[in-house]
C-alpha cells in the first residue's frame, strides 16, 4: 500500500476500535437497540444522499429484498448483539473476541456456499477459537448474573457477520459500494425504527451519552464506510482486510486509555493466539512446507512454497 493508503487503514483502524468505546459509555443510557438505531438512522440519512442519481435509485430497487437481507444481517442483528455485549464486557475485551469474524466466514462458507477450504486454515480455526478459549475460560459463567451469555452475543455478532460476508459474496457482489452501504443502512433504519422507538428509554439521556451515540454515528459508522469502501477501491480487499487485526489493537489502546480498562497477560495472550490463528485461517499468514523439485543433474533439491489460495 502507498503511505495515505496505510494512513486510512490506520484511521479506519482507530475508528472502528472507538466504536466500541462509544457503545460502551452510550449504551446504559440508551439501551442496545435504541442505540443501534441512532447509529443506523443516522448514518442512513448521511450515506442516501449517495444514492440520488437514477442509476442508483434503480439499483436499489431492483435490489431492494438483497439489500434488506444484508441490512439485518450485517447491521441490525450483530450491532445489536455487541451493543448487549458491551452493557457488561470490556470493550477491548468485546472487540478481541469480534475479531473472529473471518473464522466464521470460512466456516460458514465451507458449509454452506460452497466455498473450499485449505488444510492450513483447519489449523489456523482451531487456533482461533483455542484463542478464544484463553480469553474467556474464567469468565464462561451462565449464571444469573455472568458474563457467559455476553460472551455469546459477541460470537452470535460475527456468526452473522460470518453469513453476511458470503451472502454479500454470492448475491450482491455486482452492485456498487455507495449502493451497498447506503442501501442497506437504510432498511436497516427501517428495520430498527418501530423496536428502537418502543424500547426507547424513559429517562432523559445525558449529553454524554448523546456525544458517544452520535459519534458512533458520524464516525464508526458514516465516515469509516466511506473510508473502507475508499480503501478497497484504492488498495484492494486484501489489504484492506487487515483492519480486522488492527482494530482489536485500536479497541484495547482507546479502553486502557479513555475507560482505564486493564490489560492482563491473559488478554495480551488471547489476542496474540486469537490473531494469528485468524491471520493463518484468512491466508495473511502461509505456512510453507517443503517440496521436492527435480534438477538437472539427477540429484533432488528442496525448496520452500506456500499454500496461495485464499477464501477471501
Excluded at 147 to 176: E, M
Aim: no cysteine; net charge positive; glycine share 8%.
Amino acid at each position: 500500500m502507498s503511505l495515505a493508503d496505510t494512513l486510512r487503514l490506520m484511521l479506519l483502524s482507530s475508528m472502528w476500535g472507538l466504536s466500541f468505546i462509544f457503545m460502551r459509555v452510550a449504551v446504559p443510557e440508551f439501551g442496545p437497540v435504541p442505540l443501534i438505531l441512532v447509529r443506523m438512522g443516522i448514518g442512513a440519512l448521511l450515506l442516501v444522499p449517495l444514492l440520488f442519481t437514477v442509476r442508483y435509485l434503480k439499483l436499489v430497487w431492483a435490489n431492494k429484498g438483497s439489500l434488506f437481507v444484508l441490512g439485518v444481517i450485517n447491521h441490525v442483528v450483530p450491532f445489536s448483539l455487541l451493543a448487549l455485549a458491551t452493557t457488561r464486557l470490556e470493550a477491548g475485551f468485546t472487540s478481541l473476541i469480534n475479531a473472529t469474524t473471518p473464522i466464521f466466514t470460512a466456516l460458514l462458507g465451507a458449509l454452506f456456499f460452497a466455498t473450499p477450504v485449505m488444510r492450513q486454515q483447519y489449523l489456523g480455526l482451531a487456533l482461533a477459537f483455542f484463542g478464544v478459549y484463553v480469553l474467556s475460560a474464567d469468565r464462561l459463567d451462565f449464571a444469573l448474573g455472568g458474563d457467559g451469555w455476553f460472551i455469546l452475543a459477541v460470537l452470535g455478532a460475527t456468526f452473522f457477520y460470518g453469513i453476511s460476508g458470503n451472502y454479500t459474496r454470492k448475491h450482491l457482489a455486482h452492485l456498487p459500494v455507495r449502493v451497498l452501504a447506503a442501501g442497506s443502512s437504510a432498511m436497516s433504519a427501517l428495520v430498527l425504527l418501530m423496536p428502537g422507538l418502543l424500547l426507547w428509554p424513559e429517562a432523559p439521556i445525558s449529553g454524554l451519552a448523546w456525544a458517544n451515540g452520535l459519534a458512533l454515528a458520524v464516525l464508526s459508522t458514516t465516515l469509516a464506510f466511506l473510508l473502507y469502501f475508499g480503501l478497497i477501491a484504492s488498495a484492494g480487499a486484501t489489504a484492506t482486510s487487515t483492519v480486522t487485526f488492527l482494530v482489536p489493537v485500536s479497541a484495547l489502546l482507546w479502553g486502557y486509555l479513555l475507560l482505564g480498562e486493564r490489560l492482563s497477560l491473559q488478554i495480551l495472550a488471547g489476542m496474540a493466539i486469537t490473531l494469528a490463528g485468524t491471520a493463518v485461517a484468512t491466508g495473511l499468514l502461509r505456512l510453507r512446507r517443503p517440496r521436492r523439485e527435480p534438477v538437472a543433474d539427477n540429484t533432488v533439491r528442496v525448496t520452500t512454497t506456500s499454500n496461495h489460495h485464499d477464501t477471501r
